[in-house]
């Protein structure tokens, strides 16, 4: 009983009355799979890069979300621009989103840094098997229609980078879209999928030459920061918290990456902006190895530091990659992000 309502309670998170949450996929190991949030990295590692990530969320939990990411890009012969594609697929509930996406990045030089412009375009499929769901009330007419759709959407974004530093902005996906009917049968029940906006900054600190660099990184997710000014006036006093990570990491001789995280959120109610809320979500720890042939393995775990660690072990993650300009000892132009 304890499973089926907490699958449920996280559906509804999602899905709810008058909220919405984070609806984009989390990784811990964000900062190997950055395509996904913001098409300007695509072509910044200045050769060919693919990664694989997957990720189960609440384990022991029946419903949880599970998710996998596959990204690829590149620069091509004209040295300015950079591609990418990238695929996700993300399970929660009853519910499953899958959607490819392509980038393409036009990268100006600013003496040691690129300025990246990206732009995405791509085509998602939602499906929620409402008839699934486990609920008290039969007929309670918010669950009694499975929806299917197909959503066409576009991003874009800025990513500034160098040799030791970066930072970035972007919306991946401009277009919203209604995932269901407003207010079935009369009870004020909204689904839609909103916009979410993305801010990445790392840096990448010798401690040793290149033996041992110290690089951390951070990354804020905010989803409805415009909804005042949305024509529909359900949503214009909601907003999901804003979600942070801050990631502490050290390279060894550019091979062996451990590092730790902290994942949390902080919340300003519109209707009550003089009464900030925080939270703390997960501690984070990971490890990432680079063989010499240039492939990257890689896994990360994350323990709850709310009530659901009462009821889960936490989530997990596995990565696999492959760097295409990996040479017998080192990248000829090493990369940190």
Same mark, same amino acid.
């Given at each position: 009983m304890m499973k089926k309502t907490l699958t449920l309670f996280t559906f509804m998170l999602l899905l709810g009355k008058t909220v919405f949450a984070q609806q984009d996929p989390m990784f811990t190991k964000y900062m190997f799979n950055s395509l996904i949030?913001?098409?300007?990295?695509?072509?910044? /590692?200045?050769?060919?890069?693919?990664?694989? +990530?997957?990720?189960? !969320?609440? =384990?022991?939990? %029946?419903?949880?979300?599970?998710? !996998?990411?596959?990204?690829?890009?590149? *620069?091509?012969?004209? %040295?300015?621009?950079?591609?990418?594609?990238?695929?996700?697929?993300?399970? +929660?509930?009853?519910?499953?989103?899958?959607?490819?996406?392509?980038?393409?990045?036009?990268?100006?030089?600013?003496? /040691?840094?690129?300025?990246? =412009?990206?732009?995405?375009?791509? =085509?998602?499929?939602?499906?929620?098997?409402? /008839?699934?769901v486990v609920i008290d009330d039969p007929n309670d007419q918010v669950f009694q229609d499975n929806v299917n759709f197909v959503l066409p959407n576009f991003g874009m974004g800025l990513f500034f980078y160098g040799k030791n530093f970066y930072a970035g902005v972007s919306s991946p996906k401009l277009v919203e879209y209604a995932l269901g009917k407003d207010d079935p049968g009369g009870t004020d029940v909204y689904a839609r999928y909103v916009r979410h906006f993305y801010f990445m900054t790392g840096a990448a600190i010798p401690v040793k030459g290149d033996a041992i660099i110290f690089k951390p990184s951070f990354i804020w997710r905010n989803v409805g920061a415009d909804k005042r000014l949305s024509k529909l006036t359900p949503f214009k006093n909601i907003a999901a918290p804003n979600e942070f990570s801050l990631d502490l990491s050290l390279l060894f001789?550019?091979?062996? &990456?451990?590092?730790?995280?902290?994942?949390?959120?902080?919340?300003?109610?519109?209707? %009550? *902006?003089?009464?900030?809320?925080?939270?703390?979500?997960?501690?984070?720890? &990971?490890?990432?190895?680079?063989? /010499?042939?240039?492939?990257? +393995?890689?896994?990360?775990?994350?323990? !709850?530091?709310?009530?659901?660690?009462?009821?889960?072990?936490?989530?997990?993650?596995?990565?696999?990659?492959?760097?295409?300009?990996f040479r017998e000892n080192k990248v000829v132009t090493p990369r940190y992000f």
């Open positions: 949030y913001n098409p300007g990295y695509a072509g910044s /590692k200045e050769y060919l890069s693919v990664g694989l +990530i997957h990720r189960s !969320q609440w =384990v022991e939990i %029946e419903g949880a979300p599970t998710t !996998q990411s596959l990204t690829a890009h590149t *620069p091509l012969r004209n %040295e300015r621009v950079g591609v990418g594609f990238s695929v996700v697929n993300d399970i +929660i509930g009853p519910s499953r989103t899958t959607g490819a996406s392509l980038s393409y990045a036009y990268r100006i030089p600013m003496g /040691k840094y690129k300025l990246s =412009v990206g732009l995405q375009g791509g =085509v998602h499929n939602y499906n929620a098997n409402y /008839k699934d001789h550019q091979t062996l &990456w451990v590092g730790a995280s902290l994942n949390s959120a902080f919340s300003t109610n519109l209707l %009550e *902006p003089s009464n900030p809320r925080s939270s703390y979500g997960s501690s984070n720890f &990971w490890v990432s190895y680079v063989l /010499k042939s240039g492939m990257r +393995i890689g896994m990360a775990y994350d323990y !709850q530091l709310t009530k659901l660690n009462r009821v889960t072990s936490g989530a997990f993650e596995l990565m696999l990659g492959y760097e295409f300009d």
